[in-house]
């Protein structure tokens, strides 16, 4: 009898142990994975969201750190700047061709570095490389800017670049260098690049205060330089820049943009004032919805709009509708909508790089559904009421469609997924790299690769394609580089959102 009381208190005893126990590892398990974890995702999102950081490492112009993660890339472009007797050693290729352009560049700057202002709590392992692949673009921005009321705008003669195929270790096309200054201006770089040097100010506050002073305090004297001397440099520099970066949207947007950029960096009332007696001027409140590396109305709309939404900064207020506006134009069945969409599901803007659209996009849903959310507010479409969740269901449809849930039933992003491009229009990625041919292949050797049928032999991690057509189709054809070519500016965006998701479902 007395063993059977000691075994009932004991099995009671234990029992009421497990049962605090568990309730404890649920409640520790509850803090890491709230309730919006409990659903399973259909993607690794933090996977993608490596390699999508890790492909500015495949990008990247210079001489290559120790711990570069893409090896088969070496070091190129060591005298680039000679030309003009200056060091514009560094940077990054914008797409498959070995051209630094600086338009792009700056904007894939921006656009990474506010990836990082937003999201960048919730990345942990990811941060430390995504501040890396900012600061491989500042520090060549800075070297880019560092004469006053000049800036090196691009290196490399994209004409013969594209003359031939050839690995930017061998290249041998010439390394022309071109400038804008108070005799040719280019606003709209000078005003992006501000932009970018501003937001990774922002970037670099805490963790490096020095560098992020020189950043803030050389954004300053970019953008003063880019609205004093006003001029597209579309118009000075067009043989060297058009086709390929031609501004089509005037530089009234980036002007704009700059002025949010360095109003959100300095927090200085100057740069208020400039946004509310110049915005009207500037295109705030004009109805393009296209927002990428020429074009920044919709950015600045919804950056602009989180002065009023989170800051209640009350004179902005007409951002908040601008915004809105941008956002009924997206929602299929609201009263506004006009985007147009594949039979797959996928935003679909033009045939050449849709993918940036893509991205770009859906970072600025995420973005703005963290403002709206904020401020307890949602968008009122006509008579249609949107959530902050709808923004966050679209953007997440859009990414998901990217990584492989689309007809095809392939990534559209290299190295993730079972199935994945093959034949990128990347020559760097498509040639044998120089670790298994040591030897030069010559400029015109390797068109033959470039038509080839083969896979590319070099894997460009995470780099982002330009994407099916608006049939959903995609041949993987490397001649093809309206849906074949990546570039810095697909990626920089997606990070952003990559990082919201993978938090979201408990992924980080």
């Given amino acids: 009898m007395a063993y059977s009381s000691s075994f009932s208190l004991f099995t009671y005893f234990t029992l009421l142990f497990l049962v605090l126990f568990s309730t404890q590892l649920l409640g520790a398990a509850a803090k890491h994975y709230p309730v919006r974890h409990r659903h399973i995702a259909s993607h690794n999102y933090r996977d993608a969201l490596t390699k999508s950081i890790m492909f500015f490492e495949g990008q990247r112009s210079g001489r290559l750190p120790p711990n570069q993660r893409i090896t088969w890339r070496r070091n190129s472009g060591l005298s680039d700047g000679s030309a003009a007797h200056v060091d514009l050693v560094g940077g990054y290729y914008d797409a498959g061709d070995n051209v630094k352009f600086g338009f792009p560049m700056a904007f894939t700057t921006t656009m990474l570095s506010w990836s990082v202002i937003e999201f960048g709590g919730l990345v942990k392992g990811e941060l430390q490389n995504a501040k890396e692949a900012i600061r491989w673009a500042t520090d060549y921005l800075l ?57 990774a100010s922002l970037v ?69 004032n400039y946004i509310q007696a110049n915005g009207q001027t500037l295109g705030a409140d004009e109805c393009d919805n296209t927002f990428g590396w020429d074009n920044k109305h919709v950015g600045a709309r919804i950056l602009l709009s989180k002065a009023f939404l989170v800051q209640k900064v009350q004179s902005l207020h007409d951002y908040k509708s601008h915004a809105d506006n941008y956002i009924c134009s997206l929602i299929p069945g609201t009263p506004y909508s006009s985007a147009q969409y594949t039979p797959g599901g996928l935003l679909f803007k033009m045939n050449d790089s849709n993918m940036q659209y893509v991205t770009s996009t859906s970072f600025l849903l995420v973005t703005y559904a963290k403002y709206l959310t904020s401020a307890h507010m949602v968008v009122k479409c006509g008579g249609v009421t949107v959530t902050p969740k709808k923004l966050r269901t679209l953007a997440k449809r859009q990414v998901d469609y990217l990584l492989g849930d689309n007809p095809l039933k392939m990534s559209f992003m290299v190295g993730y997924g079972a199935r994945y491009p093959l034949r990128i229009h990347h020559r760097g990625s498509s040639l044998p790299s120089t670790a298994t041919h040591p030897a030069k292949i010559q400029c015109s050797a390797g068109f033959s690769v470039m038509k080839s049928p083969s896979p590319n032999p070099n894997i460009l991690m995470g780099a982002i394609v330009g994407g099916p057509d608006q049939r959903d189709c995609f041949p993987d054809q490397r001649s093809d580089y309206e849906q074949s070519e990546p570039a810095t500016y697909i990626n920089a965006p997606l990070v952003g959102s990559l990082a919201y998701l993978a938090h979201s479902f408990g992924q980080l």
């Fill in 204 to 272: 670099f506050r805490r963790s490096d205060p020095t560098y992020s002073k020189l950043l803030a305090t050389r954004a300053i004297r970019v953008f003063e330089f880019a609205d004093k001397y006003r001029g597209s440099y579309s118009n000075g520099l067009k043989p060297y820049v058009c086709p390929y970066y031609c501004d089509f949207s005037g530089y009234q947007d980036e002007l704009l943009w700059g002025a949010a950029w360095l109003h959100k960096a300095t927090k200085n009332r100057m740069y208020l």
């Fill in 143 to 199: 070297k880019a800017t560092a004469q006053p009321d000049t800036i090196y705008v691009q290196v490399g003669d994209a004409g013969k670049d594209h003359a031939c195929w050839e690995r930017p270790e061998d290249m041998d096309t010439p390394r022309s260098v071109f400038k804008i200054d108070k005799n040719t201006p280019g606003t709209e770089v000078a005003a992006e690049t501000a932009a970018a040097l501003a937001a």
